[in-house]
């Protein structure tokens, strides 16, 4: 799992097959909580990149999902956007991943 520490998510996601993005911000209560649960599926799915974006000091990173609620889960394929899902819920998270890893 990586965490962002600059606005280039956009490299990240060209650069590599499939991407799957926490959108969070230190305030965020739920975000905390859900990312334990992001790093096992992170551990779980070593050929996926798994990344922690901070939505408010990364915005360029932000607008490759549409993220006005956190946490934001989004998941990229081969350099494009596919799919995303506003949750606290870990069984939502993991139907997200699957989503994007069953192709």
Do not use: H, I
């Not at 609620?69 to 069984?91: C, I, R």
């Amino acid at each position: 799992m990586r965490t962002l520490e600059q606005d280039n998510l956009k490299d990240l996601v060209d650069q590599n097959k499939t991407v799957v993005v926490q959108y969070m911000a230190s305030w965020c209560g739920n975000c905390r909580l859900m990312k334990p649960k992001f790093k096992k599926l992170s551990a779980e799915n070593e050929d996926v990149v798994f990344v922690l974006a901070d939505a408010e000091k990364f915005p360029e990173s932000r607008q490759l999902a549409t993220v006005d609620n956190l946490p934001t889960f989004a998941t990229f394929k081969d350099g494009s956007f596919v799919n995303q899902v506003q949750t606290n819920k870990f069984e939502n998270l993991k139907e997200l991943v699957n989503e994007v890893t069953s192709n």
